[in-house]
């Protein structure tokens, strides 16, 4: 069955640098999601991309995040200038549709450490 | 604005017991609702999905829910637990794609078994 995959599965980094996250959605999928887990607290919605444009974003999707599709795969998160609070599991998710109804598939996460 | 609730942030069972986990949203449209797992440094798999068609939706694992738009529940049933469900469960709302088409979960509810 196809899935979400992301890279790496750990990342650890001084606080302040930039750091970028990975993500190869499913193939077909035309949708694309950040969410963010924060250890112990629910999973937060980041953003949504389709069309090579950002199509909603949440309060903490603030200047120092951005989103790309450089390529036909990927799916970038990049944080230019990290804090401390940063420090979470971050999740990349697509869809073949974007009515609401289709199911988003995750990837395993990865789990970002600042310090 | 949509939103989810699940009441109880850990519930614990017996092997073979019913599993009844809580969850009751707030939208002020038809919601879409989803039930998603996660087991320990996974991502969120899908457990079931309720997009306005029968209001009883059977998913994977032997797990159940029920929308009750009367009580705006949507709670996740299992009639006999298994060692494997020992997981964390989230429920989450859909927003429409002109509200970004992004999940909104629950605080997510922990459940444990016990042999």
């Known amino acids: 069955e196809p899935e979400v995959t992301q890279t790496p599965s750990h990342q650890v980094t001084q606080m302040g640098q930039e750091v970028i996250l990975r993500c190869v959605p499913i193939?077909?999928?035309?949708?694309f999601y950040w969410y963010r887990q924060i250890l112990g607290q629910k999973v937060e919605f980041l953003v949504s991309?389709?069309?090579?444009?950002?199509?909603?974003k949440s309060e903490i999707f603030d200047d120092q995040f951005s989103v790309e599709r450089p390529d036909g795969s990927n799916f970038t998160l990049k944080i230019r200038s990290t804090k401390l609070e940063d420090s979470a599991m971050y999740f990349c998710?697509?869809?073949?549709?974007?009515?609401?109804?289709?199911?988003?598939?995750f990837g395993d996460g990865t789990r970002l450490s600042i310090l | 604005a949509q939103s989810v609730t699940q009441l109880g942030s850990h519930v614990s069972v017996s092997e073979g017991a019913l599993v009844l986990l809580r969850c009751n949203y707030s939208?002020?449209?038809?919601?879409?609702l989803f039930w998603y797992v996660q087991y320990p440094n996974q991502g969120l798999q899908l457990l079931l999905k309720?997009?306005?068609?029968?209001?009883l939706v059977k998913g994977i694992n032997g797990f159940e829910a029920e929308f009750k738009k009367s009580e705006t529940s949507f709670h996740l049933t299992k009639p006999s637990a298994h060692m494997s469900d020992a997981a964390e469960y989230f429920c989450?709302?859909?927003?429409?794609?002109?509200?970004?088409?992004?999940?909104?979960f629950g605080q997510g509810t922990e459940l444990s078994v016990k042999p």
């Open positions: 998710a697509s869809s073949d549709g974007g009515s609401g109804n289709q199911p988003q598939h």
């Open positions: 193939s077909n999928h035309l949708y």
């Open positions: 991309f389709y069309n090579n444009e950002i199509s909603e």
């Open positions: 939208s002020s449209v038809p919601p879409y």
């Open positions: 309720y997009t306005s068609a029968a209001t």
């Open positions: 989450a709302v859909s927003a429409s794609w002109d509200q970004g088409g992004k999940l909104i």
